[in-house]
């Protein structure tokens, strides 16, 4: 019931120490599980302890060294992740001008007497300049060190600690514990650079909003339907509020109306005075107004930036996220309001008046939603995890990751390996298309918010959609597939499926979908079957392309597809599959749908009728064969440029009358000594005659039809064979190339060895002389006076008569598609064809013939008749050619010899067929 394919390389590696940290350079090292005696710090510290054994060429970050950062005379070291990015950024940033820094001091155990306890605690590091000179001052140190790691603590609602000396500067994460700022009032200043743009940001946006009620968009109903409702009031002592950022520079103004109350919050807690900065960066300190999501945050900071440069004012801030306080014991929003997750501003103008302008500002800024409110504007933003808009691309949609509220992790959690498995928020958004035929409602957890999708899961459902429907009749209502099931939480996941189903833990990582059709369909054709089928013949290659492989599995009412690191197949029970189908059968099948849609071998044409008009499929030969001819009205119209008229009353056919009818009789000698039963044998002389028999000129129209019919009867009648039946003996190669005939011939069976050829290529190519009294001889079978498709059709009857792997053997990029009749035979209408192998006898052009070879390929599934065709393109290689071992003998000879008189015939013959603009 269940078979894995295809193992990919993939593991993880679960380490027995203690947790993992990972650190600015990439580097993850492992804590120790218990602290040895001496290592304890002085202060308290968040900070691991980490084992140095082998750790002497590794480093923390570009700028810290293991060995400079810990105790020349100790083995064990501390260090946090977030204070070692602080001192990397320091030193980049000074190193940009021309001040190097160095680490004087980094950890320090208590017993070596550090110049401060602090540097016991991993979480500190006294810096000085690599080499000083004048002009360097350890101001520029302090002025670097604040702009560099504010926004770095500031992520972990950690205080900066500076300490200053004549030389040294003292750089400190403070502890986790409410301790103060350490750093001067003056200093303050010094952030304004590290939260300026660089650049003002282009600004094209055309929408206008100048009066009261005007908004953006404006299709919103409000605020809260257009960016989705908060879960929950955000409080100061809440796990989200961390998630919440300060803003602490002093470009943006504060309204800080707050601060003027007895308390903040709850009763008894005072409140934090922030107009000028704010009291710090731990939660308790944080100023109300200043605070908000991290996306308004980015969004606010550009807005900053054109109103100083395009406006010369500044932003003012009335409002961000909001609490209780004494003058508004439930708060100053109403219920539900944005402004409790910080999700929402009121923004106003310093010395300007002009809104419009800055709603315009807003829009750029990809604030979500404006609305101009008179004297004022309120804006909000969607939920998003990060500060950058990191936008996942659907076909239809883009949307933003989001972390769902701290009290439903559990609902979301999924493990940190899936580090793609993006969570998004639905709320108020339902009905928008990801992709054509599917929404948001479709996919998601009708239960739960918040859910996870892969747009290349997207993607494969959008293709079995499309597949199903690509050959509807005109007007005809598109056949709906059904997601039954796809993104799961991850509690409903555990209830509903079982560790041993084959689906357990995919559709809570929003990898997985369950598919059936709409009821009402005729199932006799729309079936989980022919699902399973589009899903492998359509997803083969989107999964690929995104670097994983495909689990299907094939149940009584419906499928389940998803990506995972191996392929693997299953089925439900017997009864799923389709009638007169084993197991096995269904296993090999949905393989090779799947193996031929990574390979673009899939065969769809864009439109089947055209493909099928005047189509001639190949056929092997039998006394039964019979071709139908195409009926004339339904060829292609000519152009007036191009039309060739047909005749048969021409000075060349009253020639050649005698010297045809004499082919004709030598022909039907060698065909009568063979046994032929019942009317073969007068079958065969009237198809001989109507095709060397007859006399007309142009290779279209009723004359030519008939040639072709006759012809096409003949070699398929007639009991001489072609001699290619054995497998993996057929080379192919183009016909006028001398040297690859001599390869192809010689690394198996090529057409010149038919038996059939020999036969007819002596008459194909015969001559007589119109003049007895003179040498000159012209062909009976002149490419301008009397076409022949003889040799177009016998190397068709020759293709579709190869078995097993068949070779192809090219010397440029053009001969692939000069060889296009016997390469669509071997590649899509022999079936009993297992692979082709392309030769390519100039090694430099490997790469060019293949790419000539894939698009070959990938055409042909568009553009072939799918009433004849295998059920996929055959497996194509292309490779450089082995070297050539070539035998002499006089039978070789020979034929060389009537390849040379057929390649002189056929060069004509297909340059009179390319100037008549005539075909097949």
Same mark, same amino acid.
């Given at each position: 019931m269940f078979r894995s394919v295809l193992v990919l390389a993939a593991a993880l590696v679960h380490l027995c120490a203690g947790e993992s940290v990972i650190f600015p350079s990439g580097e993850t090292l492992n804590s120790v599980d218990e602290v040895p005696d001496g290592y304890a710090s002085a202060i308290n510290t968040s900070s691991l302890l980490f084992d140095s054994e082998g750790l002497d060429s590794v480093s923390l970050s570009v700028y810290v060294p293991v060995s400079r950062w810990k105790s020349p005379d100790q083995r064990y070291f501390r260090a946090n992740p977030t204070f070692i990015a602080c001192l990397q950024n320091t030193s980049t940033a000074l190193s940009g001008e021309d001040k190097p820094i160095e680490i004087a001091e980094g950890y320090r155990t208590a017993a070596e007497s550090p110049s401060s306890d602090v540097l016991t605690s991993g979480e500190a590091a006294v810096v000085r300049f690599t080499n000083a000179t004048d002009g360097m001052t350890v101001n520029d140190i302090v002025r670097v060190a604040i702009q560099q790691c504010v926004p770095v603590f500031e992520d972990v609602q950690r205080n900066l600690g500076i300490g200053v000396t004549d030389d040294t500067v003292l750089i400190q994460m403070r502890p986790d514990d409410g301790s103060e700022l350490g750093f001067e009032s003056d200093w303050w200043t010094y952030l304004d650079s590290a939260y300026d743009l660089a650049t003002t940001p282009t600004c094209d946006e055309d929408t206008v909003l100048s009066s009261n009620g005007d908004k953006y968009p404006s299709t919103a109903t409000s605020a809260e339907a257009e960016v989705g409702a908060i879960d929950y009031a955000i409080t100061r002592d809440s796990e989200d509020f961390k998630r919440l950022v300060q803003y602490p520079a002093s470009h943006i103004l504060f309204a800080d109306e707050e601060s003027s109350s007895s308390w903040c919050g709850t009763e008894g807690t005072s409140c934090n005075p922030c107009a000028s900065h704010p009291a710090g960066f731990t939660p308790s300190q944080r100023c109300a107004d200043r605070t908000m999501s991290k996306r308004l945050f980015t969004a606010l900071r550009r807005v900053d930036k054109h109103v100083r440069a395009q406006l010369n004012a500044q932003l003012r801030i009335t409002e961000a996220w909001d609490e209780p306080h004494s003058g508004a014991v439930d708060g100053d929003q109403t219920e539900n309001s944005l402004h409790y997750e910080g999700r929402a501003a009121k923004l106003e103008l310093s010395g300007s008046s002009d809104l419009t302008s800055l709603a315009k500002y807003c829009i750029c800024a990809d604030i979500d939603y404006v609305e101009h409110k008179g004297t004022y504007l309120l804006v909000a933003v969607q939920k998003q995890e990060a500060y950058s808009s990191n936008y996942i691309e659907f076909d239809s949609e883009a949307l933003v990751p989001v972390l769902p509220p701290s009290v439903a992790t559990e609902t979301y959690e999924v493990g940190e390996v899936y580090t793609h498995a993006y969570l998004f928020d639905s709320d108020g958004r339902e009905n928008k298309n990801l992709c054509d035929d599917g929404t948001i409602g479709d996919f998601k957890d009708p239960d739960e918010?918040?859910? !996870?999708?892969? =747009?290349?899961?997207?993607?494969? &459902?959008?293709?079995?959609?499309? $597949?199903?429907?690509?050959?509807?009749?005109?007007?005809?209502?598109?056949?709906?597939?059904?997601?039954?099931?796809?993104? !799961?939480?991850? =509690?409903?996941?555990?209830?509903? &499926?079982?560790?041993?189903?084959? $689906?357990y833990m995919a559709f809570n990582r929003g990898y997985a979908m369950q598919l059936s059709y709409e009821d009402g369909v005729d199932t006799a054709i729309y079936n989980p079957a022919q699902l399973a089928t589009y899903a492998a013949s359509q997803c083969g290659k989107i999964f690929k392309t995104a670097g994983v492989s495909m689990g299907l599995g094939l149940y009584t009412d419906s499928i389940f597809v998803d990506m995972r690191g191996e392929q693997e197949l299953w089925v439900e029970t017997s009864d799923a599959l389709p009638d007169g189908m084993s197991e096995d059968e269904w296993f090999d099948k949905t393989d090779e749908y799947i193996f031929a849609s990574e390979e673009d071998r899939i065969i769809e044409p864009d439109d089947p009728i055209s493909a099928c008009l005047d189509f001639i499929p190949a056929q092997m030969q039998s006394p039964d064969f019979d071709h139908n001819r195409v009926p004339a009205q339904r060829r292609r119209k000519r152009t007036t440029s191009d039309v060739c008229t047909q005749t048969s009353s021409t000075t060349h056919c009253s020639q050649t009358a005698s010297h045809r009818q004499t082919e004709v009789a030598h022909v039907m000698r060698a065909v009568t000594r063979l046994h032929l039963e019942g009317d073969l044998q007068d079958r065969l002389q009237t198809a001989l005659e109507g095709c060397l028999g007859v006399c007309g000129t142009c290779m279209e129209g009723s004359l030519w039809d008939s040639k072709v019919e006759h012809c096409n009867n003949f070699m398929h009648w007639v009991p001489i064979l072609l001699g290619n039946n054995e497998t993996d003996v057929t080379n192919i190669h183009n016909r006028n190339n001398l040297a690859l005939k001599a390869d192809a011939c010689h690394s198996g069976h090529c057409i010149v060895e038919a038996p059939l050829f020999s036969q007819l290529v002596g008459s194909v190519d015969e001559r007589y002389r119109p003049d007895t009294s003179k040498s000159a001889e012209h062909e009976v079978y002149s490419p301008q006076e009397n076409p022949l498709p003889v040799m177009d059709l016998l190397y068709k009857l020759y293709t579709i008569h190869a078995a097993g792997h068949v070779k192809v053997w090219v010397e440029t990029v053009e001969e692939i598609n000069m060889l296009q009749n016997p390469l669509e035979v071997v590649l899509a209408y022999n079936k009993n064809v297992t692979g082709v192998t392309v030769y390519v006898t100039d090694s430099e052009l490997v790469a060019d013939v293949e790419t000539a070879a894939r698009k070959f390929v990938e055409d042909l599934g568009a553009s072939a008749c799918n009433l004849y065709t295998r059920d996929t393109i055959a497996p194509l290689t292309v490779e450089a050619a082995p070297a050539a071992k070539r035998r002499r003998s006089p039978e070789y000879d020979l034929r060389h010899q009537l390849l040379e008189r057929e390649q002189k015939w056929e060069e004509r013959w297909m340059q009179s067929k390319l100037r008549s603009g005539g075909g097949m």
């Open positions: 918010r918040y859910f !996870r999708l892969d =747009p290349t899961l997207v993607k494969c &459902y959008q293709a079995i959609s499309t $597949r199903d429907n690509k050959y509807n009749a005109d007007g005809a209502a598109r056949r709906k597939i059904v997601v039954l099931v796809s993104y !799961r939480s991850t =509690p409903a996941q555990s209830n509903e &499926y079982p560790m041993t189903d084959p $689906r």
